[in-house]
């Protein structure tokens, strides 16, 4: 039966046992992750892709040949598509200019290609969400040799609106990051008995992984068994975890608007967006006089899915992912690249390059329990936001004052 005394006693239990296991980790320097503390944590490129396909390559210098990449086709289920000998690693490989209408085109995160014509395309998820009919395209591309992976961090189904017509299981397999890749990288681990930097480097990561889709590791299984004993109490708490969380960010999100409101009430029209519990949680900032389709945006409020969770402000494109000539314009550019809603986007900064990321646990427990920096947290976000509409108003009034130009109005 659950009750206030249950879950306290359990609260206490694991604090018994989590605590003295954090003073260790501490002592042996475990939680000391260079991804980490390069905030490299969720940058599905630059530190995720980037990282596994220096596994993969069998020129890399890890220098172990097509070791990683055998057990990794293992890992997969794809035993026997490549000719490993031969295969070829590429990353953000292109096969041609997107074209919704023929289904073809974009950036392949991670492919692979063996003499026989025979590839795998790897897209990778971490936070950002998925491009209309972007597995369709690939899928699409050499589809009579070609193995689709979508890779997220807990293998969950793509969005229809990425695959179309395309079948789980059939058309292209699903992988997770918190059972194959820790699985394969356990595996990578083991090869090197005499390569002891790599060996750290790769437990590092698997490290990394576990702390982001939230696996325990080998040394928790007296929490796991305190969690067997207790499950209705884990359960409640698990339940109200997300809550807690976004409640911080939520309080973030209403006290930037209510400021902003009052700051920048002559030119523009402060809109609360859609809430934290949403997929995408932002703030509206509105020309008052000017179109309709392009206007600035905040987002994300709850540390999902665009730019790898960090809160960032851009020109939103509000015109059903048509890319806008906007962004086409010298000196513009997309978010990730290729994202057709977000044009011109700027990371909000704390201090000394630290990012605003509403799904860091230490940031928000900093602004539960202390007002001075909920504080600073909001004048970062108002002040910043400031700066931008000064350097970025400009030029999109002009631009959207500029009939010709603006293709977003008359769509």
Not at 51 to 61: G, K, R
Not at 227 to 247: H, P, Y
Not at 353 to 367: C, D, G, H, Q, Y
Request: net charge negative; charged share 25%.
């Amino acid at each position: 039966m659950l009750t206030e005394k249950a879950l306290n006693d359990v609260i206490k239990e694991v604090g018994s046992i989590f605590l003295p296991l954090l003073d260790s980790q501490k002592t042996t320097g475990e939680l000391f992750n260079i991804f980490s503390v390069l905030q490299m944590e969720r940058k599905e490129n630059r530190t995720h892709s980037a990282f596994i396909a220096a596994l993969l390559n069998p020129l890399s210098l890890h220098n172990k040949r097509t070791k990683f990449l055998e057990l990794f086709v293992q890992e997969a289920g794809i035993n026997g598509h490549l000719d490993i000998g031969s295969t070829k690693l590429f990353l953000e490989y292109s096969v041609g200019p997107i074209n919704i209408e023929e289904v073809t085109g974009g950036r392949i995160d991670i492919l692979l290609k063996d003499k026989n014509g025979h590839i795998v395309c790897i897209e990778n998820k971490i936070d950002a969400t998925d491009q209309p009919q972007q597995l369709q395209r690939y899928y699409n591309y050499n589809t009579s040799k070609n193995r689709v992976i979508y890779l997220n961090l807990l293998g969950t189904l793509p969005d229809p609106v990425s695959t179309g017509q395309l079948q789980s299981g059939k058309d292209f397999t699903i992988l997770s990051y918190k059972e194959h890749i820790i699985k394969w990288l356990v595996r990578c681990i083991a090869e090197c008995t005499e390569q002891e930097v790599l060996k750290a480097s790769l437990k590092q990561y698997k490290q990394l992984l576990q702390k982001i889709t939230f696996t325990m590791s080998e040394h928790m299984q007296p929490l796991i068994d305190i969690i067997k004993k207790n499950l209705e109490v884990a359960d409640f708490i698990s339940k109200n975890i997300s809550k807690a969380k976004d409640d911080i960010a939520e309080k973030i999100r209403i006290a930037v608007v209510e400021r902003l409101t009052d700051q920048l009430v002559s030119e523009f029209k402060v809109e609360k967006g859609q809430a934290i519990y949403n997929d995408f949680a932002q703030i509206w900032v509105r020309p008052k006089k000017q179109g309709k389709n392009l206007y600035f945006g905040i987002e994300s409020f709850n540390g999902k899915n665009n730019n790898n969770g960090n809160l960032f402000i851009g020109v939103f494109n509000d015109n059903k992912g048509i890319i806008s000539t906007y962004s086409q314009i010298d000196g513009n550019s997309l978010l990730d690249g290729d994202n057709p809603y977000w044009i011109n986007t700027k990371d909000f900064i704390i201090s000394e390059n630290e990012k605003v990321n509403f799904s860091n646990n230490e940031l928000l427990s900093n602004i539960f329990i202390d007002k001075d920096y909920e504080d600073r947290i909001v004048n970062a976000i108002v002040e910043q936001t400031r700066v931008y509409l000064d350097q970025e108003y400009p030029a999109l009034k002009k631009f959207i004052e500029t009939s010709d130009n603006f293709d977003a109005k008359t769509n």
